[in-house]
């Protein structure tokens, strides 16, 4: 501890308590990196990953579902319309028909 000799005596303790501080980081840096915590989170963020795709795959199909819905539903009214017309024109040839065999 070459650096601890030049040090004024007051800052010889403080010095003394970082290096140790710095290996106790060290080993529990060491320690941290050989533990298998990366292996579940990555299984975890592969899981997390599937399931974002699935969801966006879900939400393609409703969407596509809705303006198949939406859709439908349009066409529908146009057929409402159409028959509420003809229905009418029917009515009133059924009117004028029976107004001529008097």
Known sequence: MAAEDQLPETL???????TEAQ????????ALA???T?????ELVEKITQMQSKLEEANKT?????DKVEKLTSENEKQRY????LVRALEHADEKLEKLSK
Not at 13 to 18: D, E, K
Not at 82 to 85: D, E, N, P, Y
């Open 82 to 85: 159409r028959i509420l017309h």
């Open 38 to 42: 990366d292996v579940p989170d990555a």
């Open 62 to 66: 409703v969407k596509q579902e809705k």
């Open 12 to 18: 010889k303790p403080f010095f003394h308590r970082a």
């Open 34 to 36: 050989s533990t298998k």
């Open 23 to 30: 290996e106790r980081l060290a080993r529990l840096e060491a």
